[in-house]
């Protein structure tokens, strides 16, 4: 069986070839190569001008012509040249038009006719290059499966991927002036041969897999999992029959996706869009499985069940939160063409949502009503269009159903709701956003809706001046009280804690029974900052009562009178027991605790646990591992106990003896005695003396968590060993080492087993090489991007590059800047050499990259002269290298060559470089 990894390997081949230069999509040279960026990304520019530059040779008028088209495109989409480097370009193109004007010699153009001659040699072109011929050949190869073995048709493929990029560019020139053209004339075969070529032949267009026509240039079609996933979309003889007259697109056979299309009215190139998305899923999870064998690839029921259960995984989970049935009764209940059914609808709603896949649970709406019909359509002999899709006038839509009276509609509506929002400045109570369309698809309400949707619903009302519809559940309200809502929680622990160890402090650290009493006035003060918690909820809720669910509003209810009730018993609980501390009867507290504990329930618990939190369909199975949990608690646990050791100690316990002290202090005589300390025991003062320390109380948590943070941070930084490389020196030193992390850290264990070059030796091909031919892609894509970013010009490209290590040379190939000048510096060292061999490789290697430098010179030197020369002269040149190996192997370097012509020998070897190097530029 196949694997994943030969695939990979075949299309990793094919990118080799391309830049080595051996494929079509050689680089750019020319005013082809200098379109800017803003261009390149919005239209085909330089395709139009690099198909200029084939043909110019052979009808200069029509290059000319071209490149006139290209000057309009760029003047079109940025007439002022705001773009980076488009006014340059503009300039360029300009005088290259004017040169090709000048060779005319004066002679006068009729640019009226210019469609006419593109035309004419737009028919030539084919005619000479056999296009037609040679596409009959190519669905011949197809068909017999054969297509990947034959190295003679896969030569003329990559002859063809230059012939086809050409005929595409003038394809789009025409179309772009045909609008101009005699419609009864050229004009009228121009747009026949545009429909044409547009649905059929090499010209279709497509994404990643062509279907719509086989395609000669596109080798994806043939991978077996790809062949399999075609064929288990192909439409079958027990599906429902299309009605007389149907016809498809293209070249290819009806699959599901045209009854899809014809049911539901998609438009069409969402499910050309989405056709190909399902294949290149169902290929994958095949790829994963293991690749088919047989001669007609069959996909796996595995893969299917996957896809299947992948793609709708939150439908079933949102059907299971609502207690709503699915689609369907269960997977084992439908068979495999079903499920890719419901996959592929699934793929043509969200390719037609536009902003409404903000609202993936209004999606699964959508999905569930459309899957019933779909079901029962399936079910029926005839492929009938769907209920849902006709209009009141009985007519078919001309657009999908989730277009027109679902997604479009819930684009308007959200439209108007943007609309009310003052550019942001509103207040958020003052409009709905996304969440509140989607969470009101988080109840069953939301199948009130009906299907078609009904727009007279209150969820769909439109908002006016005069009247809205409220929030879903959540208002946000401007305001501070923000500061306690939002984190109640800690505010409540840290005055419950700060109350606790206050009384703890004032009883002199004795925890007595009395003591422990006295710390239960906690539980007042919890009970009653739960309540004011609650008061905030009402509150704040204002303005999404009208719209909010029921039991959303009720638990608010039913909260903010339990808070209230709770709060006044414990309250008055605490008085007893005080009352009881006075009375000195002991016996009787623990009563009350145990009549509490026999009133617990299992379902009494549930019922508090609504109270005190609502269920949401979001982030509701949502855990963490409990390794992390543990360090998580552990952290905290840690800063709970600084701070509040801290705050024993160093803060509330030294106050106490103080504050007894002012406390027992006799009435003291002041101006303003009536509002100072009249009958109160000087509270103001001890409030004074108190409250820097509570101030710090409060804040000082932040301290210990940064502080805390810091340690934590730099304990684990120093064992990642963040931080190690801090200048460029330490790169050149730690640049070795880069690779071999790279792959052991970042690559996987197939991709590290997977040959890179079966004409290499396995001697050769050691470790280290390995490393760096997976490592270069890698930095060479961050390098490239520095580039784009301008951060950097092309000749620190050039140095800061990796070459691709995948060649037969012996050794590993560093970048550039880590062997420059290490060459003349090896120069210098062998002139002033008087010892032997072995102690000048010695001085030589104490600098490892000069020793690589000098081992790349030497094979690369070899290779380049064994393939510049031929017979006689290569057997010189095996000669020479064979005597200085021999003297290498013996140690006898420095006594067999003559050291001091090493710089003439280097000045001759620099001149042949630069030859070369010119003779490949004037090539290009």
């Given at each position: 069986m196949?694997?994943v990894s030969?695939?990979?390997?075949?299309?990793?081949?094919?990118a080799?070839r391309?830049?080595l230069?051996?494929?079509?999509e050689?680089?750019?040279?020319?005013?082809?190569g200098?379109?800017?960026?803003s261009?390149?990304?919005?239209?085909?520019?330089?395709?139009i001008l690099?198909?200029?530059?084939e043909?110019?040779?052979?009808?200069?008028?029509v290059a000319?012509i071209?490149?006139?088209q290209?000057?309009?495109?760029?003047?079109n989409?940025?007439?002022?040249?705001d773009?980076?480097?488009?006014?340059q370009f503009k300039?360029?193109?300009?005088s290259?038009?004017?040169?090709k004007?000048?060779?005319?010699?004066?002679?006068?153009i009729?640019r009226?006719?210019?469609?006419e001659h593109?035309?004419?040699?737009y028919?030539?072109?084919?005619?000479r290059h056999?296009?037609?011929d040679?596409?009959?050949e190519g669905?011949?190869?197809?068909?017999s499966?054969n297509?990947s073995?034959?190295?003679?048709?896969?030569l003329?493929s990559?002859e063809?991927?230059?012939?086809?990029?050409t005929?595409?560019?003038?394809v789009?020139?025409?179309?772009?002036?045909?609008k101009?053209?005699?419609?009864?004339?050229?004009?009228?075969?121009?747009?026949?041969?545009?429909?044409?070529?547009?649905?059929?032949?090499?010209?279709?267009?497509?994404n990643?897999?062509?279907l719509e026509?086989p395609?000669?240039?596109n080798?994806i079609?043939v991978f077996?999992e790809v062949?399999?996933a075609?064929?288990?979309?192909r439409?079958?003889?027990?599906y429902?029959?299309?009605?007389?007259?149907f016809k498809i697109?293209?070249?290819?056979?009806v699959?599901?996706?045209?009854?899809l299309?014809?049911?539901?009215?998609?438009q069409n190139?969402n499910v050309?869009?989405?056709r190909?998305?399902?294949?290149?899923?169902?290929?994958?999870?095949?790829?994963r499985?293991g690749?088919?064998?047989?001669?007609?690839?069959?996909?796996?029921?595995?893969?299917?069940?996957?896809?299947?259960?992948?793609v709708?995984?939150n439908?079933i989970k949102w059907?299971k939160?609502?207690?709503?049935?699915l689609?369907?009764?269960?997977i084992?209940?439908?068979?495999r063409?079903?499920?890719?059914?419901?996959?592929?609808?699934y793929?043509?709603?969200?390719?037609e949502?536009?902003?409404?896949r903000?609202?993936p649970?209004c999606?699964?709406?959508i999905?569930?009503?459309?899957?019933?019909?779909l079901?029962?359509?399936?079910?029926h002999?005839?492929?009938?269009?769907a209920?849902?899709?006709?209009?009141?006038?009985?007519?078919?839509?001309?657009?999908?159903?989730?277009?027109?009276?679902?997604?479009?509609?819930a684009?308007?509506l959200?439209?108007?709701?943007?609309?009310?929002n003052?550019?942001?400045?509103?207040a958020?109570s003052?409009?709905?956003n996304?969440?509140?369309?989607?969470?009101y698809f988080?109840?069953?309400t939301?199948f009130?809706?009906?299907?078609?949707?009904?727009e007279?619903?209150?969820?769909?009302?439109?908002?006016?001046?005069?009247?809205?519809?409220?929030?879903?559940?959540?208002?946000?309200?401007r305001?501070?009280?923000?500061?306690?809502?939002?984190?109640?929680?800690?505010?409540?622990f840290?005055?419950?804690m700060?109350?606790?160890?206050?009384?703890?402090?004032?009883?002199?650290?004795?925890?007595?029974?009395?003591?422990?009493?006295e710390?239960?006035?906690v539980?007042?003060?919890f009970a009653v900052?739960?309540?004011?918690?609650?008061c905030?909820?009402?509150?704040?809720?204002?303005?999404?009562?009208s719209?909010?669910?029921?039991?959303?509003?009720s638990?608010?209810v039913?909260?903010?009178?339990?808070?209230?009730l709770?709060?006044?018993f414990?309250?008055?609980?605490y008085?007893k027991?005080?009352?009881?501390?006075?009375g000195?009867?002991?016996?009787?507290?623990?009563?009350?605790c145990?009549?509490?504990?026999?009133?617990?329930d299992?379902?009494?618990?549930q019922?508090?646990?609504?109270i005190?939190?609502e269920?949401?369909?979001?982030?509701?199975?949502?855990?963490?591992?409990?390794?992390?949990?543990?360090r998580?608690v552990l952290?905290?646990?840690?800063?709970f106990?600084?701070?509040?050791?801290?705050?024993y100690?160093l803060q509330i316990r030294?106050?106490?003896?103080?504050?007894?002290t002012?406390?027992?202090?006799?009435?003291?005589?002041y101006?303003?005695?009536?509002l100072i300390?009249?009958s109160?025991?000087?509270?103001?003062?001890?409030?004074?003396l108190?409250?820097p320390?509570?101030?710090?109380?409060?804040?000082?948590?932040?301290?210990?968590?940064t502080?805390?943070?810091?340690?934590?941070g730099g304990?684990?930084?120093?064992?990642?060993r963040?931080?190690e490389?801090?200048s460029?020196?330490?790169?050149h030193?730690r640049?070795e080492s880069f690779?071999e992390?790279?792959?052991k850290n970042?690559?996987?264990?197939?991709?590290?087993?997977?040959?890179?070059?079966?004409?290499t030796?396995?001697e050769?091909?050691?470790?280290?090489?390995?490393y760096?031919a997976l490592?270069?892609p890698?930095?060479?894509e961050?390098?490239?991007?520095?580039?784009e970013?301008?951060?950097?010009?092309n000749r620190?490209?050039?140095?800061?590059?990796v070459?691709?290590?995948?060649g037969?040379?012996?050794?590993v190939?560093w970048?550039?800047?880590?062997?420059?000048?290490?060459?003349?510096?090896?120069?210098?060292?062998?002139l002033?050499?008087?010892?032997?061999?072995?102690?000048l490789?010695?001085?030589?290697r104490?600098?490892?990259?000069?020793a690589?430098?000098?081992?790349?010179?030497?094979y690369?030197?070899?290779?380049?002269l064994?393939?510049l020369?031929?017979?006689?002269?290569?057997?010189?040149?095996e000669?020479?290298?064979?005597?200085i190996?021999?003297s290498i192997?013996?140690?006898s370097l420095v006594?067999?060559?003559?050291?001091?012509?090493?710089?003439?020998?280097?000045?001759?070897?620099?001149?042949l470089?630069?030859?070369?190097?010119?003779?490949?530029v004037?090539?290009l």
């Open positions: 196949y694997r030969d695939n990979w390997e075949r299309l990793v081949r094919a080799l391309r830049e230069g051996h494929g079509h050689k680089t750019s040279s020319g005013i082809a200098a379109v800017p960026a261009l390149v990304r919005s239209t085909n520019i330089d395709a690099q198909a200029a530059d043909i110019q040779d052979e009808d200069p008028n000319r071209l490149c006139e290209a000057y309009s495109m760029a003047q989409l940025d007439p002022s040249s773009g980076r480097g488009v006014l300039t360029g193109l300009m290259v038009i004017k040169q004007l000048a060779k005319r010699d004066g002679a006068r009729d009226n006719r210019d469609i593109l035309w004419e040699f028919q030539r072109y084919k005619t056999r296009v037609d040679i596409q009959r669905q011949k190869y197809r068909e499966g297509f073995t034959a190295n003679q048709f896969d003329r990559l063809m991927k230059k012939v086809f990029a005929l595409r560019a003038l789009e020139v025409m179309e772009a002036l045909s101009d053209a005699d419609p009864h004339g050229v004009g009228r075969y121009i747009m026949e041969e545009l429909q044409r070529i547009k649905s059929v032949g090499e010209l279709a267009t497509y990643i897999v062509p026509a395609s000669l240039t080798a079609g077996p062949r399999g075609i064929s288990a979309i439409y079958a003889e027990h429902p029959r299309f009605p007389a007259g697109s293209g070249e290819r056979e699959d599901m996706f045209d009854l299309e014809y049911v539901f009215g998609f190139d050309r869009n989405q190909e998305n399902i294949i290149l899923s169902i290929a994958n999870a095949q790829s499985l690749l088919p064998i047989q001669a007609d690839p069959k996909i796996d029921e595995k893969a299917i069940n996957e896809v299947f259960l992948k709708l995984d439908y059907c939160y609502l207690r709503k049935r689609a369907w009764n269960s084992e209940a439908i068979n063409d079903r499920k890719i059914f419901m996959v592929s609808l793929f043509l709603i969200w390719g949502a536009a902003n409404v903000f609202l649970e999606i699964c709406y999905f569930h009503q459309m899957a019933k019909e079901d029962a359509i399936l079910d002999g005839e492929a009938n269009r209920t849902s899709c006709i209009t009141e006038s009985g007519k078919m839509a001309t657009k999908n159903t989730t277009s027109v009276t679902d997604t479009s509609y684009m308007k959200a439209n108007s709701e943007a609309e009310s003052n550019n942001g400045k509103a958020h003052a409009w709905r996304y969440d509140d369309f989607n969470e988080w109840s069953p939301c009130d809706l009906g299907w078609p949707m009904k007279d619903s209150s969820f769909l009302f439109k908002p006016k001046k005069s009247k809205r519809t409220g929030k879903s559940t959540f208002v946000e309200h305001t501070f009280l923000h500061l306690y809502r939002s984190f109640h929680r800690l505010w409540i840290l005055v419950l700060f109350q606790a160890l206050t009384v703890i402090a004032f009883n002199h650290g004795n925890l007595s029974l009395d003591t422990f009493k710390i239960l006035s539980g007042p003060s900052m739960n309540f004011i918690e609650s905030l909820d009402v509150l704040l809720m204002f303005g999404a009562y719209s909010a669910r029921g039991m959303a509003i638990r608010l039913i909260r903010f009178f339990w808070c209230g709770s709060s006044v414990v309250t008055y609980l008085v027991v005080l009352e009881e501390k006075n000195q009867n002991l016996d009787s507290f623990h009563f009350p145990h009549a509490l504990s026999d009133m617990s299992q379902s009494f618990f019922f508090f646990k609504w005190y939190q269920r949401y369909y979001v982030g509701r199975g949502l855990f963490e591992k409990m390794s992390d949990y543990c998580y952290y905290w646990l840690v800063i106990a600084c701070k509040f050791t801290f705050a100690f030294p106050l106490v003896k103080p504050t007894n002012i406390r027992n202090l006799p009435s003291l005589p101006s303003w005695h009536d300390s009249k109160n025991n000087n509270v103001l003062t001890i409030a004074s108190w409250a320390v509570v101030a710090i109380y409060i804040m000082d948590i932040h301290i210990w968590y502080v805390l943070s810091a340690i934590v304990v684990m930084g120093a064992r990642a963040l931080g490389i801090r460029i020196e330490m790169v030193k640049f690779p992390a790279f792959v970042l690559v996987s264990q197939q991709a590290q087993r997977m040959p890179l070059n079966r004409h030796t396995q050769s091909q050691d470790m280290k090489k390995v760096a490592f270069a890698f930095w060479n961050i390098i490239k991007s520095l580039r970013e301008d951060y950097i010009s620190e490209m050039d140095l800061l590059s070459p691709s290590n995948t037969s040379l012996r050794l190939q970048p550039l800047f880590l062997l420059s000048s290490k060459i003349l510096l090896a120069v210098d060292l062998a002033d050499c008087k010892d032997t061999q072995t102690d490789w010695n001085r030589i104490k600098d490892e990259y000069m690589y430098a000098v081992q790349e010179c030497y690369s030197v070899e290779k380049i064994h393939s020369v031929d017979d006689e002269g290569r057997l010189w040149v000669r020479i290298f064979r005597e190996n021999n192997l013996e140690g006594i067999t060559l003559r050291l001091e012509k090493l710089p003439h020998v280097l000045s001759r070897f620099i001149a470089f630069g030859l070369l190097t010119r003779a490949s004037i090539m």
